[in-house]
């Protein structure tokens, strides 16, 4: 099994930065990628960013393309998400995810493990 555990959440104001981190235990070993998503309450949870473990390879929603980054250090078995110039609409719990197979990285069932979230707030 695999534990992940997120930090680096808080509240910003709008135009501002943040860099949440995620970092992986356990069975690292069967990780290929490992995704950002987030949920909003009352919305669904969505994949804002992911990140192939050996490839590098990222990938990112359409909303956040621009703004955010993932990266890696594999000699951590961490993976981070720069969000800057964030936006009201980025407000929501942001959970970090580590998958084995799947295609479609910003799919929330192409991962098996999750960490418990971090709260992203950002006002005006």
């Known amino acids: 099994q695999v534990q992940l555990v997120e930090s680096g959440g808080g509240s910003v104001q709008a135009g501002g930065s943040l860099r949440l981190s995620c970092t992986a235990s356990?069975?690292?070993?069967?990780?290929?990628?490992m995704g950002w998503f987030r949920q909003a309450p009352g919305k669904e949870r969505e994949g804002v960013a992911a990140?192939?473990?050996?490839?590098?390879?990222?990938t990112y929603a359409g909303s956040v393309k621009g703004r955010f980054t993932v990266s890696q250090d594999n000699a951590k078995n961490t993976v981070y998400l720069q969000m800057n110039s964030l936006k009201l609409e980025d407000t929501g719990m942001y959970y970090c995810?580590?998958?084995?197979?799947?295609?479609?990285?910003?799919?929330?069932?192409?991962?098996?493990?999750w960490g418990q979230g971090t709260q992203v707030t950002v006002s005006s």
């Open positions: 990140i192939g473990s050996r490839s590098g390879m990222t």
């Open positions: 995810a580590s998958g084995r197979t799947g295609d479609f990285w910003l799919d929330r069932y192409s991962y098996n493990n």
């Open positions: 356990g069975r690292t070993y069967g990780i290929n990628y």
